[in-house]
Nanobody, 121 residues
Framework: QVQLVESGGGLVQPGGSLRLSCAAS????????MGWYRQAPGKQRELVAV???????NYADSVKGRFTISRDNAKNTVYLQMSSLKPEDTAVYYC???????????????WGQGTQVTVSS
């Protein structure tokens, strides 16, 4: 069984910073990509940032230059450093891992439970 556990969300003022963490655990053979998505009320879930095992990254245009994704392969953990936060960044942030688990010998997407980020004065 695979679990993704997120932490680090909360309330922050505009212009502030937050750091999200997500650790994957369980019977994991390999992880291809790890990333962050977000979903604001009334909107579809959207990609925020993704990182490969080799460190290649991709960001949504709306967060480029403000957010930084990083990954610790030894700990199966992905981080999202968010700076210069704006009210429009308010959303539930979900961790994603595309991986091969011992019990499912093909690549699948796994999701965390989500963590709320609220940017408000």
């Amino acid at each position: 069984q695979v679990q993704l556990v997120e932490s680090g969300g909360g309330l922050v003022q505009p212009g502030g910073s937050l750091r999200l963490s997500c650790a994957a655990s369980g019977s994991i053979l390999s992880i291809t990509t790890m990333g962050w998505y977000r979903q604001a009320p009334g909107k579809q879930r959207e990609l925020v940032a993704v990182i490969t095992g080799g460190g290649s990254t991709n960001y949504a245009d709306s967060v480029k230059g403000r957010f930084t994704i990083s990954r610790d392969n030894a700990k199966n953990t992905v981080y999202l450093q968010m700076s210069s936060l704006k009210p429009e960044d308010t959303a539930v942030y979900y961790c994603n891992a595309r991986l091969v688990a011992v019990t499912r010998l093909s690549e699948h997407d796994y999701w965390g439970q989500g963590t709320q980020v609220t940017v408000s004065s």
